[in-house]
């Protein structure tokens, strides 16, 4: 499985943007950047994913290097409830290509 | 919008006891895993079900575990016989096909004592 890397943990302090790097030298054509959360005591949760081009959506934003060697989730306005473990994940594009979590960056959102 | 509802929420049961996790899946997905996170540990893979049988599996998911979709709407993991290190959450997901995200279930605390 391709591999990313990302900080063990961060803090952000409430209503103000997040960024969230993830590294992935290693990737190929084919995969896609999965970014998943998991709040405390729930299941992950899917927030958004891209190939090439930035992605928006009502949750994130994915900004993807042009090498597509890294790329970073952009919470533009974090609340306390963003408080969560964040995972950066590849997946090929096969419909049945498995999930595999990390260790994700635990992020803080002091108040 | 849609869910995973995955019962129960939390389960006890005695060292070599069979237990089943159920799950309801989303109704129109095709594609069905089960996850376990052991407390403060990552997220590991257990099975991928697709088409009425198993598509992956993981080296945890051995002779003690199985699956199965019964009625087309429910997706259970069967353990046959729990061993203490079985104490998890259990985590059942559904994807609706190409490169969707998974949608999860909020999980079943299974322990085992």
């Known amino acids: 499985d391709a591999k990313t890397t990302q900080p063990n943990s961060m803090e952000s302090n409430e209503e103000e943007p997040v960024h969230l790097p993830c590294n992935h030298s290693?990737?190929?054509?084919?995969?896609?950047i999965h970014w998943y959360r998991q709040l405390p005591s729930q299941g992950p949760e899917y927030v958004i994913h891209g190939l090439t081009s930035n992605v928006n959506n009502r949750m994130a934003s994915l900004a993807i290097a042009e090498d597509r060697k890294s790329s970073t989730l952009i919470l533009h306005r974090a609340t306390l409830r963003d408080a969560a473990v964040y995972y950066c994940?590849?997946?090929?594009?096969?419909?049945?290509?498995?999930?595999?979590f990390g260790k994700g960056t635990r992020l803080h959102i002091l108040p | 919008e849609p869910e995973v509802t995955q019962t129960p929420s939390h389960q006890v049961t005695q060292m070599g006891q069979e237990v089943i996790l159920r799950c309801v899946p989303i109704?129109?997905?095709?594609?069905f895993y089960w996850y376990r996170q052991i407390l403060g540990q990552k997220v590991e893979f257990l099975v991928s079900?697709?088409?009425?049988?198993?598509?992956?599996k993981s080296e945890i998911f051995d002779d003690q575990f199985s699956v199965e979709r019964p009625d087309g709407s429910n997706f259970t993991l069967k353990i046959r016989s729990t061993k203490l290190e079985d104490s998890a959450m259990y985590f059942c997901a559904s994807m609706g096909g190409g490169n969707y995200g998974y949608t999860f279930g909020s999980g079943t605390r299974l322990t085992v004592v």
């Open positions: 109704s129109n997905h095709l594609y």
């Open positions: 079900f697709y088409n009425n049988e198993i598509s992956e």
């Open positions: 290693t990737i190929s054509g084919t995969d896609y």
């Open positions: 994940i590849l997946r090929v594009t096969n419909r049945d290509d498995k999930i595999i």
